[in-house]
């Protein structure tokens, strides 16, 4: 055992002085390349001089940057992640300048812009080299996980062992559908899920279909907070306020959190010793990363510790991620370009700041939220829900069977293998369950197949002006026939004419290939009565368009409806799966409209697009050749990927169906890993403590 460690320390020494080695050479050919920085006096020096001026900035920097730095960045974990993340560069830099300061004789100096230049290089190339040793030396980096394990125990005061209750790790993989991610397994192209999935491996894999509105916001509210209730849409107009509520800002994010809670009087899936990394809802952790509803949020706990210290202790992962970001920019640039070239359809624009938006999440996001999960598991913590946007960002604007879309998936199993390997050295062990919000459809976008928007559609069939070239498009001129057929056949009721001169604009929003339609100037839920008189041709017009599926909309005398082309009309109450003209959208559509319909804020029309059964394609209403947010296709159809040693979602030939039902099972495995929580309510009690010890949660 002596030897072993003797071994192991001159191991240790030889890498610091190859490091120490490299580093000062990066530093003699950076004094070399750059004008404004010398490592040598006015007068000159020699050779060795300067060689050894090198040397000692190299050794300083690098033990400022192992001492001073951790401290340092520990101290500013007050700040945003992304602020943080800027910062590095410059604190970097001035460690570098006490660096050449320390230098004898003053034969350092650099001025403050190139100090963040070399800092930076400095601190990649020592990085790299560090990689390098520890690829040739197979024990060198779980040695490095145990001391940190280690020190986390010591300083904690846990047990060495990890003789605990398991923690659980929920892993979304957000926009990948069931059958994406079973071909990448079997392809070869994530080999940690083909790894699990292998003849009798360790995890499982099944479909869960979602509610009508298959999109995060949606989706990741039931499952974190129980509650999806009155979420129609990503984004949706309130008549009683005039506000659009829009999943992705953060006041509204807020809103809907606080909706759930007050709905399901509990704090969520994570408020028993819990962590929310890159969501868009907390589930009630108190650890938090890069969660949109608490954005706005200051104050004690209300920000990631460990996980923003993880990553950013080391100054060279803000480098590692800067060059990352760079080279994901000219990626998209490059895979776009290509896509021009070669005349790819269905191809939307990819330029602006879209390259920057898709850099963000597949660099950004992604490594500050695994560098977070990291350091959760180093923490013990109980349980971790994350979300990883990469695929559903790329897959948007590439399709989501797209090669571009594929690497991303190649990447992000990477990342899955890194949580997986730092599991091992965890101070309790770690179950993973790996799961979708919504899988992706892909289609030509409604503009680009039929010449205009939804809302230029909507506009013509209420006989509102519409540009130019909507009124040219087949659609539009059609739309602009059936309103002046419409109003010539149809007698004029007294007082009717004005309002029809002036109508008020209608809210046209877009959900993927969900549209929502309001008139802010008919108090309540619009009936198809009051549409028929005001817009005589608007229900007609939408119904029969080639690229629209079916509508919801309220009738006087029916109830609610479906309506379809040909004049289809459906009650809501007699809806049936293959039947109608929800006949191409699959089972579970009916289920799906009818609860929609309940929603207080459900729109005054509400339009899916036309699906096709044969391809999978949909219209999306926004620019997007992958789109999700309504039925049909692959959107509605997620997975779940859970541990063999856990309790099955449901029973054999029952199906998983809606975000809130994916959170009862959740809750269930937590209860398994954990073991049950007290004060429990009687099994299968509902709203109570049984569904996940939320007593004891809320003191949590």
């Not at 990689?131 to 047990?159: K, Q």
């Not at 990448?184 to 499982?204: C, F, I, N, Q, Y």
């Not at 209730?229 to 800002?249: I, L, N, Q």
Request: proline residues 5%; hydrophobic residues 40%.
């Amino acid at each position: 055992m002596g030897d072993g460690r003797w071994r192991t320390a001159g191991s240790a020494l030889m890498r610091v002085v190859v490091v120490w080695a490299v580093s000062t050479l990066t530093m003699l050919a950076l004094a070399g390349i750059l004008p404004d920085f010398q490592l040598q006096s006015n007068d000159g020096d020699s050779i060795t001089k300067v060689a050894f001026a090198a040397a000692w900035g190299a050794g300083a920097f690098g033990l400022l940057s192992a001492l001073v730095w951790p401290v340092l960045v520990r101290a500013l974990l007050i700040v945003p992640a992304l602020v943080l993340g800027m910062l590095v560069f410059f604190l970097n830099g001035s460690l570098l300048l006490v660096a050449l300061w320390l230098i004898p004789d003053g034969r350092g100096v650099a001025n403050p812009e190139t100090a963040v230049v070399v800092a930076a290089v400095m601190s990649a190339v020592a990085s790299a080299t560090s990689t390098a040793l520890a690829v040739r030396d197979d024990n060198a980096y779980r040695r490095r996980l145990s001391r940190l394990a280690d020190r986390r125990r010591r300083r904690t005061g846990a047990d060495s062992g990890r003789s605990g209750p398991p923690g659980t790790v929920f892993i979304q993989l957000d926009g990948v559908g069931h059958d994406v991610l079973a071909r990448a397994a079997d392809s070869g192209l994530m080999p940690t899920v083909a790894k699990w999935l292998a003849d009798e491996g360790s995890h499982r894999l099944t479909p869960w279909r979602t509610d009508w509105s298959s999109q995060t916001g949606a989706s990741q509210l039931g499952i974190l907070h129980g509650s999806n209730h009155d979420v129609p849409a990503f984004r949706w107009y309130e008549k009683e306020t005039g506000d659009v509520m829009v999943s992705s800002r953060p006041a509204s994010a807020i809103e809907l959190q606080r909706r759930a809670i007050a709905r399901t009087r509990e704090g969520g899936l994570l408020t028993l010793d819990g962590a929310s990394r890159g969501n868009l809802f907390s589930g009630g952790a108190d650890q938090l990363a890069l969660v949109l509803s608490m954005a706005a949020r200051r104050g004690k706990g209300r920000r990631s510790r460990a996980g923003y210290f993880a990553y950013f202790s080391d100054p060279a992962n803000a480098v590692r991620t800067a060059l990352s970001f760079v080279a994901e920019v000219c990626r998209e640039i490059g895979q776009s370009t290509r896509a021009r070239i070669r005349k790819d359809t269905p191809r939307i624009k990819r330029g602006g700041l879209y390259p920057f938006i898709r850099a963000f999440a597949t660099v950004i996001e992604r490594d500050v939220v695994v560098a977070a999960v990291i350091g959760d598991m180093f923490a013990g913590r109980t349980a971790v829900y994350a979300d990883l946007v990469a695929y559903d960002e790329v897959a948007h604007h590439s399709g989501p069977n797209s090669r571009d879309a594929e690497k991303v998936l190649a990447r992000l199993d990477r990342s899955l293998a890194l949580i997986v390997k730092v599991a091992e050295h965890t101070p309790r062990t770690y179950r993973f369950v790996l799961l979708s919000d919504h899988g992706q459809s892909p289609g030509e976008t409604f503009a680009g197949a039929y010449g205009l928007t939804l809302k230029d559609l909507v506009r013509a069939g209420c006989g509102l002006p519409v540009p130019r070239r909507a009124q040219r498009t087949h659609s539009g001129s059609e739309a602009r026939d059936a309103v002046r057929i419409a109003l010539h056949r149809r007698p004029v009721e007294e007082g009717e004419a004005e309002h029809r001169a002036k109508p008020s604009d209608p809210v046209v929003l877009a959900s993927g290939n969900l549209g929502l339609i309001s008139f802010p100037d008919i108090e309540g839920r619009a009936s198809r009565e009051q549409l028929d008189r005001s817009r005589p041709a608007l229900l007609g017009t939408l119904a029969n368009h080639l690229g629209i599926g079916f509508l919801l909309v309220r009738s006087e005398q029916n109830g609610s409806v479906v309506l379809g082309r040909g004049g289809t009309e459906v009650p809501v109450s007699e809806l049936k799966d293959g039947e109608g003209p929800l006949a191409p959208f699959g089972p579970g559509a009916a289920a799906a409209v009818r609860r929609t319909d309940t929603f207080p804020h459900v729109a005054d029309i509400m339009v899916n697009s036309m699906h096709d059964e044969a391809t999978g394609c949909v219209h999306a209403f926004e620019e997007q050749i992958g789109s999700h947010g309504g039925l049909g296709g692959e959107q509605s159809r997620p997975f779940l990927l859970w541990p063999t040693d856990l309790s099955a979602p449901v029973a054999d030939g029952t199906e998983l169906v809606g975000a809130e039902q994916v959170h009862e099972v959740l809750r269930r495995w937590l209860r398994e890993c954990s073991g049950p929580q007290n004060p429990l309510a009687p099994p299968g009690a509902v709203g109570g403590a049984d569904a996940a010890g939320g007593t004891v949660q809320e003191a949590g």
